[in-house]
Antibody
Framework: QVQLVQSGAEVKKPGASVKVSCKTSGYTFSSYGITWVRQAPGQGLEWMGWIRDYSGNTNYAQKLQGRVTMTTDTSTSTAYMELRSLRSDDTAVYYC?????????WGQGTLVTVCS | EIVLTQSPGTLSLSPGERATLSCRASQSFSSSYLAWYQQKPGQAPRLLIYGASSRATGIPDRFSGSGSGTDFSLTISRLEPEDFAVYYCQQYGSSPRTFGQGTKVEIK
């Protein structure tokens, strides 16, 4: 079955970087893009951006431009999201999801906590 | 950026009742590129509806979506105990993709 399995929880200090992985299986990785969505504690869903698997093209949310990089490793069918210069308001659960438009399969989420 | 406004913020209903959730866009977008998700505490969102009215695989037919232009709705015909959750709409007609702020359906 189609699965997206994310890396484990992270605790980071302000100013540090975090890189979250999303290992996919059960489908042809190059046929779908990957979208990243985050959810701050008690808040709604925030679209962060996407990466097209077959081209590596990316589209990032304006507010994250310059701090976020999304990449893929087609040899392992894994997507990555790196967020730099972390701030306390980056504390959230980060999700990867299959697709560029609507998202039928989601990872389990990765909690990233930013605190000093 | 298209802003999606969901109403009401909270819907208090009993099992067996009908739920109607609204999602209004700040501007019209391409075709009916709107999706609905259900999220329960501690879980990832689950896709219910895409293309404004197409049910995702495995979604019961008590869930239905409708609308076009700037006004969309999700209807749950008869609430089951497992339907009490938070629901989000999301547009994919333009970039950036955006989500509504969510409607919580709680047990009355």
């Amino acid at each position: 079955q189609v699965q997206l399995v994310q890396s484990g929880a992270e605790v980071k200090k302000p100013g540090a970087s975090v890189k979250v992985s999303c290992k996919t299986s059960g489908y042809t990785f190059s046929s779908y893009g990957i979208t990243w969505v985050r959810q701050a504690p008690g808040q709604g869903l925030e679209w962060m951006g996407w990466i097209r698997d077959y081209s590596g093209n990316t589209n990032y949310a304006q507010k994250l431009q310059g701090r976020v990089t999304m990449t893929t490793d087609t040899s392992t069918s894994t997507a990555y999201m790196e967020l730099r210069s972390l701030r306390s308001d980056d504390t959230a659960v980060y999700y990867c999801a299959r697709g560029l438009d609507w998202y039928g399969v989601w990872g389990q989420g990765t909690l990233v906590t930013v605190c000093s | 950026e298209i802003v999606l406004t969901q109403s009401p913020g909270t819907l208090s209903l009993s099992p067996g009742e009908r739920a109607t959730l609204s999602c209004r866009a700040s501007q019209s977008f391409s075709s009916s590129y709107l999706a609905w998700y259900q999220q329960k505490p501690g879980q990832a969102p689950r896709l219910l509806i895409y293309g404004a009215s197409s049910r995702a695989t495995g979604i019961p037919d008590r869930f239905s979506g409708s609308g076009s232009g700037t006004d969309f709705s999700l209807t749950i015909s008869r609430l089951e105990p497992e339907d009490f959750a938070v629901y989000y709409c999301q547009q994919y007609g333009s970039s950036p993709r955006t989500f509504g702020q969510g409607t919580k359906v709680e047990i009355k």
